[in-house]
């Protein structure tokens, strides 16, 4: 039987638990994109709770920094993500239209891209 912390199971098996915690951000996810406002930010709560219950799950853990200014690459991503008192990654948040192939980028995001890319851990979603 699992057990409910912060609306996330936390379930006998890895492939349960990811299960029900990528069926509850679904949930939130859709749920924030119904209302009004720009998508990028309605999505943040999701994706923030999505991040803690995933290094909860793994014990570890977790900050995350929005949009950290990292200014030798003249470039601001939606969240520089600390774990163990490191950054360990950035995120980069997309709408969900956006094809995340790097060789579709055009504009903005192949410039964003280009300073992003060498970044360790640069997700894009």
Same mark, same amino acid.
């Given at each position: ?20 915690? $990528? +069926? ?6 859709? &749920?924030?994109? =119904?209302?009004?406002?720009? #998508?990028?930010? /309605? !999505? %943040? ?14 014990? $570890? +853990? ?6 950290? &200014?990292?200014? =030798?690459?003249?470039?601001? #991503?939606?969240? /520089? !993500? %600390? ?43």
């Amino acid at each position: 039987m699992a057990s409910v912390i912060w609306g996330f199971f936390v379930a006998a098996t890895v492939s349960d638990w990811l299960s029900s915690t $990528v +069926s509850v951000f679904g949930e939130e996810w859709k &749920a924030a994109l =119904a209302g009004p406002g720009e #998508p990028e930010a /309605a !999505i %943040r709560p999701p994706i923030e709770r999505l991040l803690h219950a995933v290094c909860d799950n793994l014990r $570890v +853990s977790m900050a995350y920094y929005p949009e950290p &200014a990292l200014d =030798a690459l003249k470039v601001r #991503p939606d969240y /520089a !993500i %600390r774990v163990n008192r490191a950054i360990t990654g950035y995120l980069e948040v997309k709408k969900r239209t956006t094809d995340i192939g790097p060789t579709t980028f055009n504009g903005h995001n192949r410039a964003q891209w280009e300073r992003l890319k060498d970044l360790p851990v640069a997700v894009h979603c």
